[in-house]
Protein backbone atom coordinates (compact mmCIF):
# COMPACT_ATOMS: atom_id res chain seq x y z
CA UNK A 1 0.00 0.00 0.00
CA UNK A 2 1.33 3.25 -0.94
CA UNK A 3 0.90 5.62 2.54
CA UNK A 4 4.28 6.47 2.57
CA UNK A 5 3.86 10.37 3.58
CA UNK A 6 5.30 9.88 7.30
CA UNK A 7 7.87 12.95 7.09
CA UNK A 8 11.60 11.61 6.90
CA UNK A 9 13.32 11.48 10.42
CA UNK A 10 15.92 13.88 9.55
CA UNK A 11 14.42 16.66 11.52
CA UNK A 12 15.63 19.92 10.21
CA UNK A 13 14.29 18.90 6.34
CA UNK A 14 11.03 16.94 7.37
CA UNK A 15 10.02 20.12 8.89
CA UNK A 16 10.10 22.47 6.18
CA UNK A 17 8.84 19.81 4.19
CA UNK A 18 6.14 19.62 6.55
CA UNK A 19 5.21 23.31 6.70
CA UNK A 20 5.15 23.17 2.57
CA UNK A 21 2.82 20.90 2.37
CA UNK A 22 0.47 22.40 5.31
CA UNK A 23 -0.02 25.31 3.17
CA UNK A 24 -0.31 23.17 0.32
CA UNK A 25 -3.84 21.42 2.28
CA UNK A 26 -2.37 18.13 3.51
CA UNK A 27 -3.50 15.17 1.32
CA UNK A 28 -6.14 12.44 3.33
CA UNK A 29 -4.85 9.48 4.84
CA UNK A 30 -5.70 6.01 4.17
CA UNK A 31 -7.97 5.93 6.95
CA UNK A 32 -9.96 9.18 5.91
CA UNK A 33 -9.98 7.68 2.29
CA UNK A 34 -11.83 4.65 3.39
CA UNK A 35 -14.29 6.64 5.87
CA UNK A 36 -14.88 8.79 2.57
CA UNK A 37 -15.65 5.24 0.50
CA UNK A 38 -17.73 4.11 3.45
CA UNK A 39 -20.45 6.73 3.47
CA UNK A 40 -20.52 7.02 -0.22
CA UNK A 41 -20.93 3.84 -0.35
CA UNK A 42 -23.54 4.29 2.93
CA UNK A 43 -22.19 0.97 4.66
CA UNK A 44 -22.33 3.43 7.97
CA UNK A 45 -24.40 6.95 8.14
CA UNK A 46 -21.73 8.66 10.78
CA UNK A 47 -18.35 7.77 11.87
CA UNK A 48 -18.35 6.79 15.23
CA UNK A 49 -14.76 6.14 16.62
CA UNK A 50 -13.62 5.31 20.33
CA UNK A 51 -10.13 5.50 22.21
CA UNK A 52 -9.90 2.53 24.50
CA UNK A 53 -6.76 2.83 26.81
CA UNK A 54 -6.53 -0.19 29.13
CA UNK A 55 -5.96 2.04 32.90
CA UNK A 56 -2.81 0.43 33.92
CA UNK A 57 -0.72 3.31 33.44
CA UNK A 58 -0.70 7.17 32.30
CA UNK A 59 -0.94 8.41 28.88
CA UNK A 60 2.08 8.91 26.79
CA UNK A 61 2.62 11.02 23.49
CA UNK A 62 2.13 7.42 21.43
CA UNK A 63 -1.30 7.74 22.88
CA UNK A 64 -2.10 11.20 22.06
CA UNK A 65 -1.51 9.95 18.21
CA UNK A 66 -4.43 7.90 18.44
CA UNK A 67 -6.38 10.28 20.59
CA UNK A 68 -5.37 12.66 18.17
CA UNK A 69 -6.47 10.35 15.20
CA UNK A 70 -9.64 9.54 16.59
CA UNK A 71 -11.14 12.49 18.20
CA UNK A 72 -9.64 14.17 14.93
CA UNK A 73 -12.04 12.07 12.60
CA UNK A 74 -14.94 12.72 15.40
CA UNK A 75 -15.05 16.73 14.14
CA UNK A 76 -14.02 16.11 10.66
CA UNK A 77 -16.71 14.33 9.56
CA UNK A 78 -19.57 15.21 12.31
CA UNK A 79 -18.87 11.80 14.27
CA UNK A 80 -18.54 10.86 17.47
CA UNK A 81 -16.44 9.10 19.39
CA UNK A 82 -16.09 7.73 23.15
CA UNK A 83 -13.30 7.02 25.63
CA UNK A 84 -13.93 3.52 26.37
CA UNK A 85 -11.75 1.92 29.17
CA UNK A 86 -10.66 -1.41 28.68
CA UNK A 87 -10.85 -2.79 31.85
CA UNK A 88 -10.43 -6.27 32.12
CA UNK A 89 -7.06 -7.03 33.76
CA UNK A 90 -8.37 -6.11 37.39
CA UNK A 91 -4.49 -6.66 38.95
CA UNK A 92 -3.12 -3.85 36.71
CA UNK A 93 -5.70 -1.35 36.58
CA UNK A 94 -6.49 1.38 39.02
CA UNK A 95 -8.56 4.54 39.61
CA UNK A 96 -5.93 6.79 39.81
CA UNK A 97 -5.05 5.77 36.48
CA UNK A 98 -8.95 5.88 35.19
CA UNK A 99 -8.70 9.45 36.45
CA UNK A 100 -5.47 10.69 34.97
CA UNK A 101 -6.22 9.64 31.61
CA UNK A 102 -9.92 11.78 31.65
CA UNK A 103 -7.50 14.90 32.50
CA UNK A 104 -4.92 14.17 29.91
CA UNK A 105 -7.49 13.61 27.15
CA UNK A 106 -9.47 17.18 28.43
CA UNK A 107 -6.11 18.88 28.63
CA UNK A 108 -5.34 17.96 25.24
CA UNK A 109 -8.61 19.78 23.79
CA UNK A 110 -11.03 16.58 23.29
CA UNK A 111 -14.44 15.93 24.75
CA UNK A 112 -16.00 11.98 24.56
CA UNK A 113 -19.61 11.83 23.95
CA UNK A 114 -20.20 8.56 26.40
CA UNK A 115 -17.81 7.11 28.83
CA UNK A 116 -17.93 4.02 28.67
CA UNK A 117 -16.08 0.57 30.52
CA UNK A 118 -15.56 -2.89 28.69
CA UNK A 119 -16.43 -3.99 32.56
CA UNK A 120 -19.95 -2.34 32.27
CA UNK A 121 -20.45 -5.27 29.90
CA UNK A 122 -19.50 -7.95 31.40
CA UNK A 123 -22.96 -9.92 32.41
CA UNK A 124 -23.73 -8.83 28.33
CA UNK A 125 -20.28 -10.95 27.19
CA UNK A 126 -21.40 -13.77 29.92
CA UNK A 127 -24.34 -14.22 28.04
CA UNK A 128 -22.67 -14.42 24.35
CA UNK A 129 -20.68 -16.89 25.81
CA UNK A 130 -23.33 -18.84 27.41
CA UNK A 131 -25.14 -18.70 23.82
CA UNK A 132 -21.69 -19.81 21.95
CA UNK A 133 -21.29 -22.80 24.35
CA UNK A 134 -24.86 -23.88 23.59
CA UNK A 135 -24.10 -23.69 19.64
CA UNK A 136 -20.87 -25.22 20.27
CA UNK A 137 -19.01 -22.82 19.90
CA UNK A 138 -16.93 -22.43 22.67
CA UNK A 139 -15.96 -25.31 25.56
CA UNK A 140 -14.09 -25.34 29.01
CA UNK A 141 -10.51 -26.43 28.57
CA UNK A 142 -9.03 -28.09 32.05
CA UNK A 143 -5.35 -28.54 30.50
CA UNK A 144 -2.79 -27.24 32.30
CA UNK A 145 -0.92 -23.59 30.78
CA UNK A 146 2.10 -26.17 30.36
CA UNK A 147 0.03 -28.11 27.82
CA UNK A 148 -1.94 -25.31 26.11
CA UNK A 149 1.26 -23.97 24.81
CA UNK A 150 2.50 -26.80 23.82
CA UNK A 151 -1.09 -27.82 22.10
CA UNK A 152 -0.97 -24.58 20.50
CA UNK A 153 1.62 -25.37 17.88
CA UNK A 154 4.34 -23.44 16.47
CA UNK A 155 4.31 -21.07 13.10
CA UNK A 156 4.90 -23.49 10.95
CA UNK A 157 3.03 -26.94 12.67
CA UNK A 158 -0.08 -26.69 13.73
CA UNK A 159 -1.22 -27.01 17.03
CA UNK A 160 -3.00 -29.79 18.07
CA UNK A 161 -7.21 -30.20 19.89
CA UNK A 162 -7.43 -30.32 23.49
CA UNK A 163 -8.85 -33.27 24.72
CA UNK A 164 -11.79 -31.07 26.20
CA UNK A 165 -12.78 -29.87 23.10
CA UNK A 166 -15.41 -32.15 22.35
CA UNK A 167 -17.38 -31.78 25.91
CA UNK A 168 -20.95 -31.72 26.01
CA UNK A 169 -22.81 -28.34 25.70
CA UNK A 170 -24.46 -29.94 28.95
CA UNK A 171 -20.81 -30.19 30.40
CA UNK A 172 -19.62 -27.03 29.34
CA UNK A 173 -22.54 -25.38 30.94
CA UNK A 174 -21.60 -26.74 34.35
CA UNK A 175 -18.03 -25.80 34.13
CA UNK A 176 -18.44 -22.26 33.11
CA UNK A 177 -20.96 -21.74 35.60
CA UNK A 178 -18.31 -23.51 38.02
CA UNK A 179 -15.67 -21.14 36.59
CA UNK A 180 -18.03 -18.10 37.60
CA UNK A 181 -18.63 -19.37 41.13
CA UNK A 182 -15.23 -19.18 42.16
CA UNK A 183 -15.09 -23.40 42.58
CA UNK A 184 -12.16 -23.02 40.41
CA UNK A 185 -8.57 -21.53 41.04
CA UNK A 186 -6.43 -19.54 38.93
CA UNK A 187 -5.06 -21.71 36.04
CA UNK A 188 -7.25 -24.54 36.12
CA UNK A 189 -9.30 -24.54 33.75
CA UNK A 190 -10.17 -21.56 30.41
CA UNK A 191 -13.11 -20.99 28.31
CA UNK A 192 -12.20 -21.50 24.62
CA UNK A 193 -13.51 -20.29 21.30
CA UNK A 194 -13.54 -23.67 19.38
CA UNK A 195 -11.91 -22.35 15.72
CA UNK A 196 -9.13 -24.25 14.53
CA UNK A 197 -6.03 -25.64 15.69
CA UNK A 198 -4.58 -25.76 12.57
CA UNK A 199 -5.12 -22.30 11.60
CA UNK A 200 -2.35 -20.78 10.11
CA UNK A 201 -2.78 -17.64 11.98
CA UNK A 202 -1.93 -18.90 15.74
CA UNK A 203 -4.94 -16.29 17.07
CA UNK A 204 -7.78 -18.41 15.36
CA UNK A 205 -6.42 -21.59 17.24
CA UNK A 206 -8.82 -21.83 19.68
CA UNK A 207 -8.30 -18.67 21.73
CA UNK A 208 -8.76 -17.68 25.29
CA UNK A 209 -12.21 -16.18 25.99
CA UNK A 210 -12.18 -15.93 29.67
CA UNK A 211 -10.09 -16.89 32.72
CA UNK A 212 -10.62 -17.38 36.57
CA UNK A 213 -8.74 -13.83 38.24
CA UNK A 214 -9.75 -14.02 42.13
CA UNK A 215 -8.76 -10.12 42.32
CA UNK A 216 -11.56 -7.59 43.22
CA UNK A 217 -11.86 -5.19 40.14
CA UNK A 218 -11.83 -1.11 40.36
CA UNK A 219 -15.30 -0.74 39.24
CA UNK A 220 -17.25 -4.49 39.67
CA UNK A 221 -15.60 -4.99 42.54
CA UNK A 222 -15.73 -9.07 43.76
CA UNK A 223 -18.65 -9.34 41.48
CA UNK A 224 -16.84 -11.20 39.60
CA UNK A 225 -14.18 -13.90 39.53
CA UNK A 226 -13.95 -15.07 35.51
CA UNK A 227 -12.81 -11.91 33.25
CA UNK A 228 -12.86 -11.75 29.25
CA UNK A 229 -10.03 -11.35 27.42
CA UNK A 230 -9.04 -8.69 25.48
CA UNK A 231 -9.91 -10.27 21.80
CA UNK A 232 -13.36 -11.28 22.79
CA UNK A 233 -14.15 -8.33 24.66
CA UNK A 234 -12.76 -5.41 22.27
CA UNK A 235 -14.61 -6.06 19.11
CA UNK A 236 -18.42 -6.32 21.21
CA UNK A 237 -17.67 -3.83 23.21
CA UNK A 238 -17.59 -1.92 19.92
CA UNK A 239 -21.20 -3.13 18.50
CA UNK A 240 -22.34 -2.88 21.24
CA UNK A 241 -21.64 1.11 21.35
CA UNK A 242 -22.04 1.49 17.82
CA UNK A 243 -18.57 2.00 16.71
CA UNK A 244 -18.18 2.19 13.09
CA UNK A 245 -14.27 2.44 12.70
CA UNK A 246 -11.82 0.98 15.49
CA UNK A 247 -8.80 1.83 14.92
CA UNK A 248 -5.73 0.51 16.66
CA UNK A 249 -1.97 -0.22 16.04
CA UNK A 250 -0.65 -2.42 13.33
CA UNK A 251 0.81 -5.40 15.79
CA UNK A 252 -3.28 -5.65 15.61
CA UNK A 253 -3.34 -6.81 11.96
CA UNK A 254 -3.12 -10.59 13.22
CA UNK A 255 -5.91 -10.08 15.55
CA UNK A 256 -8.17 -8.97 12.85
CA UNK A 257 -9.85 -12.31 11.64
CA UNK A 258 -10.43 -13.16 15.31
CA UNK A 259 -12.43 -9.61 15.77
CA UNK A 260 -14.66 -10.67 12.82
CA UNK A 261 -15.09 -14.35 13.90
CA UNK A 262 -16.26 -12.99 17.65
CA UNK A 263 -18.73 -11.04 16.07
CA UNK A 264 -20.29 -12.93 13.98
CA UNK A 265 -20.45 -15.74 16.11
CA UNK A 266 -22.07 -13.48 18.69
CA UNK A 267 -24.86 -12.54 16.02
CA UNK A 268 -24.48 -9.10 16.41
CA UNK A 269 -26.64 -6.68 14.68
CA UNK A 270 -23.98 -3.82 14.09
CA UNK A 271 -20.34 -4.33 12.91
CA UNK A 272 -17.76 -2.02 13.30
CA UNK A 273 -14.45 -3.02 11.21
CA UNK A 274 -11.04 -2.52 12.85
CA UNK A 275 -8.01 -0.81 10.62
CA UNK A 276 -4.12 -0.63 11.84
CA UNK A 277 -1.99 2.41 11.42
CA UNK A 278 1.53 2.44 12.38
CA UNK A 279 2.35 3.01 16.12
CA UNK A 280 3.84 6.31 17.40
CA UNK A 281 8.13 5.48 17.55
CA UNK A 282 10.31 7.91 18.58
CA UNK A 283 13.95 8.40 19.44
CA UNK A 284 15.65 8.79 22.44
CA UNK A 285 12.73 7.79 24.66
CA UNK A 286 11.05 4.48 25.89
CA UNK A 287 7.30 4.05 25.27
CA UNK A 288 5.82 1.22 26.75
CA UNK A 289 3.41 1.79 30.00
CA UNK A 290 5.67 -1.35 31.62
CA UNK A 291 9.04 0.45 31.14
CA UNK A 292 7.79 3.75 32.05
CA UNK A 293 6.20 2.02 35.14
CA UNK A 294 9.95 0.72 35.66
CA UNK A 295 11.57 4.08 35.65
CA UNK A 296 8.85 5.99 38.03
CA UNK A 297 8.99 2.73 40.52
CA UNK A 298 12.61 1.75 40.83
CA UNK A 299 13.07 6.05 41.25
CA UNK A 300 15.32 6.61 37.67
CA UNK A 301 12.63 9.48 37.70
CA UNK A 302 10.57 11.41 40.57
CA UNK A 303 7.28 10.29 39.05
CA UNK A 304 4.76 10.02 36.29
CA UNK A 305 4.79 13.65 35.89
CA UNK A 306 8.60 13.92 36.04
CA UNK A 307 9.25 16.57 33.35
CA UNK A 308 11.66 14.36 31.63
CA UNK A 309 8.95 11.81 31.24
CA UNK A 310 6.75 11.42 27.87
CA UNK A 311 4.19 11.68 29.53
CA UNK A 312 1.10 13.88 29.09
CA UNK A 313 1.24 14.78 32.31
CA UNK A 314 4.81 14.72 32.42
CA UNK A 315 4.65 17.22 28.77
CA UNK A 316 1.93 19.05 30.54
CA UNK A 317 4.38 19.80 33.72
CA UNK A 318 7.19 20.07 31.35
CA UNK A 319 5.57 23.16 29.43
CA UNK A 320 4.42 21.32 26.59
CA UNK A 321 1.20 23.08 25.16
CA UNK A 322 -1.69 20.74 23.91
CA UNK A 323 -1.33 22.65 20.46
CA UNK A 324 2.28 21.78 20.03
CA UNK A 325 1.18 18.58 20.55
CA UNK A 326 -1.56 18.12 18.54
CA UNK A 327 0.01 20.13 15.54
CA UNK A 328 3.56 17.03 16.36
CA UNK A 329 0.75 14.51 15.64
CA UNK A 330 -0.83 16.14 12.62
CA UNK A 331 2.56 16.28 11.08
CA UNK A 332 3.99 13.03 11.58
CA UNK A 333 0.69 11.73 9.94
CA UNK A 334 -1.59 8.57 10.12
CA UNK A 335 0.44 5.35 7.63
CA UNK A 336 0.90 1.92 7.37
CA UNK A 337 4.72 1.90 7.64
CA UNK A 338 6.36 1.69 11.36
CA UNK A 339 9.44 3.88 11.01
CA UNK A 340 11.12 6.32 13.95
CA UNK A 341 10.67 9.78 14.53
CA UNK A 342 13.39 12.38 15.69
CA UNK A 343 12.63 13.56 18.92
CA UNK A 344 13.93 17.27 17.47
CA UNK A 345 10.28 17.12 15.60
CA UNK A 346 8.68 17.38 18.38
CA UNK A 347 10.63 19.69 20.27
CA UNK A 348 10.51 21.44 17.08
CA UNK A 349 6.89 21.33 17.72
CA UNK A 350 7.07 23.14 21.42
CA UNK A 351 9.18 25.52 20.17
CA UNK A 352 7.61 26.97 17.16
CA UNK A 353 4.46 26.98 19.65
CA UNK A 354 5.99 28.83 22.81
CA UNK A 355 7.99 31.24 20.27
CA UNK A 356 5.02 32.69 19.17
CA UNK A 357 3.19 33.12 22.50
CA UNK A 358 5.64 33.02 25.06
CA UNK A 359 6.86 36.43 26.13
CA UNK A 360 10.61 37.49 26.65
CA UNK A 361 12.23 38.23 29.86
CA UNK A 362 15.95 38.15 30.89
CA UNK A 363 17.17 35.53 33.61
CA UNK A 364 20.67 34.32 35.18
CA UNK A 365 20.86 30.25 35.80
CA UNK A 366 24.03 30.32 37.00
CA UNK A 367 25.32 33.63 38.46
CA UNK A 368 28.57 35.36 38.11
CA UNK A 369 28.93 38.92 40.05
CA UNK A 370 29.31 41.48 38.07
CA UNK A 371 30.53 45.00 39.62
CA UNK A 372 30.65 48.31 37.34
CA UNK A 373 33.61 49.92 38.63
CA UNK A 374 33.05 53.23 37.14
CA UNK A 375 28.98 53.19 37.58
CA UNK A 376 28.07 55.48 39.94
CA UNK A 377 26.94 53.42 43.30
CA UNK A 378 23.42 55.09 43.96
CA UNK A 379 22.14 55.48 39.90
CA UNK A 380 20.26 53.42 38.51
CA UNK A 381 19.54 53.33 34.98
CA UNK A 382 15.92 52.76 33.15
CA UNK A 383 15.78 50.48 30.97
CA UNK A 384 13.13 49.28 28.46
CA UNK A 385 12.69 46.01 25.84
CA UNK A 386 9.85 44.68 24.05
CA UNK A 387 8.05 41.63 25.64
CA UNK A 388 7.73 40.19 22.37
CA UNK A 389 9.97 40.73 19.57
CA UNK A 390 6.63 39.77 16.68
CA UNK A 391 3.82 40.82 18.67
CA UNK A 392 2.44 44.28 19.99
CA UNK A 393 2.42 43.57 23.74
CA UNK A 394 4.44 46.79 25.10
CA UNK A 395 7.61 47.20 26.73
CA UNK A 396 8.83 45.93 30.00
CA UNK A 397 11.06 47.83 32.54
CA UNK A 398 13.79 47.48 34.85
CA UNK A 399 17.05 49.11 36.03
CA UNK A 400 20.35 48.90 35.26
CA UNK A 401 22.62 49.19 38.70
CA UNK A 402 26.09 48.99 39.82
CA UNK A 403 26.02 45.34 40.91
CA UNK A 404 24.57 42.62 38.31
CA UNK A 405 24.83 38.99 37.69
CA UNK A 406 25.64 37.67 34.11
CA UNK A 407 25.71 33.52 33.98
CA UNK A 408 28.82 32.13 34.44
CA UNK A 409 29.50 30.62 31.30
CA UNK A 410 29.51 33.68 29.30
CA UNK A 411 32.65 34.22 30.61
CA UNK A 412 36.12 32.45 30.20
CA UNK A 413 39.86 33.09 32.12
CA UNK A 414 41.34 32.23 28.89
CA UNK A 415 39.05 32.34 25.99
CA UNK A 416 39.66 30.49 22.97
CA UNK A 417 39.77 33.70 19.78
CA UNK A 418 36.28 33.29 18.62
CA UNK A 419 34.38 33.13 22.23
CA UNK A 420 32.42 36.45 21.41
CA UNK A 421 31.18 36.60 25.35
CA UNK A 422 33.44 38.12 28.54
CA UNK A 423 36.84 37.27 29.00
CA UNK A 424 40.22 39.36 30.89
CA UNK A 425 40.90 42.19 28.99
CA UNK A 426 37.45 41.61 26.65
CA UNK A 427 34.44 43.76 25.59
CA UNK A 428 30.78 42.62 25.64
CA UNK A 429 27.46 44.09 25.15
CA UNK A 430 24.66 43.75 28.13
CA UNK A 431 21.44 43.29 26.36
CA UNK A 432 19.58 46.01 26.05
CA UNK A 433 22.06 48.19 28.03
CA UNK A 434 25.99 49.04 28.11
CA UNK A 435 28.99 47.57 26.54
CA UNK A 436 31.24 46.54 29.49
CA UNK A 437 34.84 45.92 29.70
CA UNK A 438 35.93 43.24 32.38
CA UNK A 439 39.46 45.07 34.27
CA UNK A 440 39.52 42.58 36.80
CA UNK A 441 38.87 39.06 38.03
CA UNK A 442 38.46 37.76 41.79
CA UNK A 443 38.96 34.47 42.37
CA UNK A 444 38.46 32.26 44.88
CA UNK A 445 41.53 29.68 46.86
CA UNK A 446 40.61 27.67 43.72
CA UNK A 447 40.95 29.82 40.87
CA UNK A 448 37.03 30.46 40.56
CA UNK A 449 36.00 33.39 39.36
CA UNK A 450 33.77 34.87 41.67
CA UNK A 451 33.40 38.61 40.57
CA UNK A 452 34.50 40.27 37.71
CA UNK A 453 35.09 44.43 37.87
CA UNK A 454 33.88 45.77 34.87
CA UNK A 455 33.90 49.07 33.63
CA UNK A 456 31.17 50.54 31.12
CA UNK A 457 31.17 52.89 28.15
CA UNK A 458 28.41 55.23 28.66
CA UNK A 459 27.62 56.06 25.11
CA UNK A 460 26.95 52.41 24.46
CA UNK A 461 23.51 52.61 25.62
CA UNK A 462 20.85 50.86 23.95
CA UNK A 463 22.67 49.23 21.04
CA UNK A 464 25.10 52.39 20.28
CA UNK A 465 28.67 52.08 18.78
CA UNK A 466 29.69 55.65 18.96
CA UNK A 467 31.87 56.75 16.27
CA UNK A 468 35.36 55.55 15.84
CA UNK A 469 34.70 52.77 18.49
CA UNK A 470 35.00 48.90 16.73
CA UNK A 471 31.74 47.21 16.88
CA UNK A 472 31.11 44.52 19.97
CA UNK A 473 30.21 40.69 18.40
CA UNK A 474 29.02 39.54 21.44
CA UNK A 475 25.70 40.22 23.72
CA UNK A 476 25.24 38.61 26.56
CA UNK A 477 21.91 38.65 29.58
CA UNK A 478 22.18 39.77 32.43
CA UNK A 479 20.22 41.01 35.55
CA UNK A 480 20.51 43.84 38.21
CA UNK A 481 21.72 42.12 41.67
CA UNK A 482 20.22 45.00 43.28
CA UNK A 483 16.65 44.19 41.65
CA UNK A 484 16.30 40.83 40.25
CA UNK A 485 14.42 38.13 41.93
CA UNK A 486 15.53 34.58 42.91
CA UNK A 487 14.04 31.80 41.53
CA UNK A 488 15.06 28.05 40.66
CA UNK A 489 15.19 26.61 37.48
CA UNK A 490 15.50 23.18 36.41
CA UNK A 491 17.33 22.14 33.34
CA UNK A 492 15.86 19.26 31.89
CA UNK A 493 17.41 17.17 28.42
CA UNK A 494 16.98 14.11 27.08
CA UNK A 495 16.10 11.23 29.38
CA UNK A 496 18.03 8.96 27.70
CA UNK A 497 21.00 9.26 25.38
CA UNK A 498 20.99 6.56 23.43
CA UNK A 499 18.35 7.33 20.08
CA UNK A 500 17.17 3.90 20.99
CA UNK A 501 17.49 2.64 24.74
CA UNK A 502 15.17 -0.18 23.80
CA UNK A 503 17.96 -2.04 21.67
CA UNK A 504 20.65 -1.25 24.03
CA UNK A 505 23.09 -4.11 24.84
CA UNK A 506 23.14 -3.67 28.48
CA UNK A 507 19.29 -2.70 28.52
CA UNK A 508 17.19 0.47 28.33
CA UNK A 509 18.15 1.64 31.92
CA UNK A 510 22.19 1.83 31.23
CA UNK A 511 21.48 4.68 28.18
CA UNK A 512 19.84 7.11 31.31
CA UNK A 513 21.23 9.93 30.35
CA UNK A 514 22.91 11.12 33.58
CA UNK A 515 22.88 15.05 32.70
CA UNK A 516 19.11 14.81 32.29
CA UNK A 517 18.15 16.95 35.39
CA UNK A 518 20.19 19.92 36.60
CA UNK A 519 18.73 22.26 39.66
CA UNK A 520 20.21 25.74 39.21
CA UNK A 521 18.83 26.85 42.91
CA UNK A 522 20.47 29.84 43.31
CA UNK A 523 19.42 31.51 39.70
CA UNK A 524 17.78 35.11 39.43
CA UNK A 525 15.00 36.73 36.53
CA UNK A 526 14.69 40.33 35.82
CA UNK A 527 12.64 42.45 37.94
CA UNK A 528 9.12 42.80 37.27
CA UNK A 529 8.02 39.10 37.04
CA UNK A 530 5.58 39.13 40.22
CA UNK A 531 2.97 36.80 40.94
CA UNK A 532 4.29 33.85 38.54
CA UNK A 533 1.47 30.86 38.39
CA UNK A 534 2.01 27.08 37.57
CA UNK A 535 2.04 26.92 33.43
CA UNK A 536 3.45 30.65 32.92
CA UNK A 537 5.58 30.92 30.46
CA UNK A 538 8.36 32.43 29.25
CA UNK A 539 11.59 32.72 27.15
CA UNK A 540 14.70 33.34 28.69
CA UNK A 541 16.08 35.57 26.55
CA UNK A 542 19.53 33.18 24.59
CA UNK A 543 18.58 30.55 26.82
CA UNK A 544 15.21 28.74 26.18
CA UNK A 545 11.69 28.42 27.03
CA UNK A 546 10.76 28.03 30.75
CA UNK A 547 7.33 26.76 32.28
CA UNK A 548 6.53 27.27 35.88
CA UNK A 549 6.08 24.27 37.71
CA UNK A 550 3.63 23.43 40.28
CA UNK A 551 6.36 23.55 42.65
CA UNK A 552 5.85 27.43 42.31
CA UNK A 553 4.70 29.05 45.80
CA UNK A 554 4.36 32.92 46.09
CA UNK A 555 8.02 33.35 47.75
CA UNK A 556 9.84 31.88 44.93
CA UNK A 557 8.75 30.91 41.36
CA UNK A 558 9.89 27.37 39.73
CA UNK A 559 11.03 27.30 36.30
CA UNK A 560 11.24 24.07 34.51
CA UNK A 561 13.12 24.32 30.75
CA UNK A 562 10.74 23.42 28.21
CA UNK A 563 12.87 23.31 24.92
CA UNK A 564 15.95 25.00 24.62
CA UNK A 565 16.08 27.73 21.61
CA UNK A 566 17.92 26.01 19.02
CA UNK A 567 18.20 22.31 18.12
CA UNK A 568 21.39 21.16 20.61
CA UNK A 569 21.44 17.81 19.82
CA UNK A 570 21.86 17.81 16.10
CA UNK A 571 25.33 19.67 16.77
CA UNK A 572 25.67 16.54 19.07
CA UNK A 573 24.50 13.80 16.12
CA UNK A 574 26.72 15.65 13.50
CA UNK A 575 29.73 15.66 15.08
CA UNK A 576 29.45 12.03 16.09
P1 LIG B 1 1.68 0.36 25.85
O1 LIG B 1 2.28 -0.55 24.86
O2 LIG B 1 2.38 1.65 26.01
O3 LIG B 1 1.39 -0.28 27.16
P2 LIG B 1 -0.94 -0.06 24.96
O4 LIG B 1 -1.12 -0.18 23.50
O5 LIG B 1 -0.97 -1.29 25.77
O6 LIG B 1 0.33 0.80 25.22
P3 LIG B 1 -3.52 0.91 25.59
O7 LIG B 1 -3.93 1.61 26.82
O8 LIG B 1 -4.01 -0.45 25.37
O9 LIG B 1 -1.95 0.95 25.59
O10 LIG B 1 -3.75 1.81 24.32
C1 LIG B 1 -4.85 2.62 24.05
C2 LIG B 1 -4.82 2.99 22.60
O11 LIG B 1 -3.66 3.76 22.32
C3 LIG B 1 -4.77 1.77 21.71
O12 LIG B 1 -5.68 1.92 20.66
C4 LIG B 1 -3.36 1.74 21.23
O13 LIG B 1 -3.24 1.14 19.99
C5 LIG B 1 -2.98 3.22 21.22
N1 LIG B 1 -1.53 3.38 21.35
C6 LIG B 1 -0.75 2.97 22.36
N2 LIG B 1 0.56 3.25 22.11
C7 LIG B 1 0.58 3.87 20.91
C8 LIG B 1 1.62 4.41 20.09
N3 LIG B 1 2.90 4.37 20.46
N4 LIG B 1 1.27 4.98 18.91
C9 LIG B 1 -0.02 5.04 18.53
N5 LIG B 1 -1.04 4.56 19.25
C10 LIG B 1 -0.76 3.97 20.43
MG1 LIG C 1 -2.51 -2.60 26.12
Redesign the pocket.
Same mark, same amino acid.
Do not use: I, Y
Given at each position: MDQNCDIPTDSGKGIRMAENSEKMEKPKHFIQLKIDKDLETKKYDQVYTR????PN?YL @?I? @?A??ICLNFGLKSQYNGKTNLRF?DTNPETEKQEYIDSIKEDVKWLGFEWDQECYSSSYFQKLYDIAISMIERGMAYVCHMTPEQTKEYRGTLTEPGKNSPFRDRSVEENLVEFEKMKNGEYNEGVCVLRAKIDMAAPNMNMRDPIMYRVKKTAHPKTGTEWCIYPMYDYTHGLSDSFEGITHSL??LEFADHRPLYDWYLKAAEVSHFPEQTEFS???LDHTV????RLIQLVEEGHVDSWDDPRMLTISGMRRRGFTPKSIRNFCDRIGITKKDNIISMSTLEHAIREDLDEIAERRMAVTNPLKVTITNFPEDEEVDVSAPKHPKKDLGERNFKFTKELYIEHDDFMMDPPKKFFRLGPGRMVRLRNAYVIQCDEVIQDENGKPIELKCSYIKETFGGVTPEGMKKVKGIIHWVSAKYAKPIEVRIYDRLFAHPNPVAAEDGFLSTLNPESKQLMRTAFIEQGVDGVKPGDCYQFERLGFFTADPDTTPEKAVFNRTVTLKDTWAKVSSRN
Open positions: FPPEG @HG @HKSDCTRLNMSKR
